[in-house]
């Protein structure tokens, strides 16, 4: 029942019949395996089926994700304390898992260093649950109630990132990110795409799902060569907050940012197709700070929306 739900809600968010499109859908899946979101992004409405065969779909994407990536090795990219253990060497920031081995004392020395962190949880994506909190170190009460919930919980925390000055004319109050595609044979390292995430003003997270805009990177120059777009395909040429141009915009140390992506993408060869998310500059230092890596579905929407 539940597929059968989810089936009516994705046909009425298409435009025409909504029994119409649900025929469609399910025709389509069969047939080429294409789902809803390959209805959304390629607008595969206005299409015939021999043009819609010419994109990367649903069907596809799995097929090339598990030859890369076996789903018995790509879980270290998901689950989020263990993709920190694994990569600790190389995303230079504070973190804390928060089991049952975490004492009161551990966190509250934790946030006396990082009054001001991300909490995330384990369990979700796309920015969903995740929170800020700014602490008083005073506030006994307070910090003593999200430890205990945050234990409870399984949370991840972990230092709170601030943008390089360049990155903050596009948007200063969310995290903008770099997300850079790789694949690799353990050897050589090839850039699939490369592209940047931008927040709007009054967020702080920079996904599609809280507003965010994407727009693609030329991976040889650093600059920003496509329009922005958001999860609904609206284009922007500047950002509808900051009113910063997207195209021709320079993203600030691009050469330490492809040496990070590099190293990152060679430090567990098993997975041969990577997402490398979130590479954030901060302040004026050479410094690039290595978020996290993953291998989920949003990889094809996120090339999809971000390309012209």
Do not use: C
């Amino acid at each position: 029942m539940s597929k059968i739900r989810n089936l009516m809600e994705a046909a009425s968010n298409i435009k025409g019949n909504q029994f119409i499109n649900m025929f469609d859908l399910l025709i389509s899946r069969l047939i080429i395996g294409a789902n809803y979101d390959d209805f959304r992004l390629f607008e595969f409405k206005d299409l015939s089926f021999m043009e819609r065969k010419k994109f990367s779909n649903y069907r596809f994407h799995n097929r090339m994700l598990n030859k890369l990536n076996p789903e018995n090795e790509r879980w270290i990219l998901d689950e989020k304390n263990e993709f920190n253990l694994l990569y600790n060497k190389i995303i230079k920031r504070n973190w804390l898992y928060m089991n049952k081995e975490v004492t009161f004392e551990d966190f509250k020395k934790f946030i006396k260093v990082n009054n001001q962190i991300i909490v995330k949880p384990t369990n979700l994506n796309q920015g969903r649950g995740i929170n800020l909190k700014v602490y008083d170190i005073s506030n006994q009460s307070s910090i003593l109630s999200d430890y205990e919930r945050f234990i409870k919980d399984k949370a991840l925390i972990e230092e709170r990132l601030f943008n390089h000055k360049k990155i903050n004319q596009l948007n200063d109050t969310s995290l903008n990110s770099i997300r850079i595609y790789t694949v690799t044979d353990g050897v050589e390292v090839q850039i699939i795409k490369s592209l940047i995430r931008v927040g709007r003003k009054g967020s702080f997270i920079d996904n599609y799902h809280a507003g965010g805009l994407g727009a693609s990177i030329n991976s040889v120059t650093g600059k920003i060569d496509s329009d922005g777009v958001n999860f609904n395909n609206e284009i922007f040429s500047k950002h509808p907050d900051s009113g910063m141009e997207f195209k021709g915009f320079q993203i600030p140390m691009w050469e330490e940012v492809l040496s990070l992506v590099k190293e990152a993408s060679l430090l567990n060869t098993k997975n041969k197709f990577k997402n490398i998310v979130r590479i954030v500059f901060s302040g004026i230092k050479i410094l690039t700070k290595f978020i996290r890596l993953n291998t989920n579905e949003t990889i094809k929407n996120e090339i999809s929306q971000s390309s012209e």
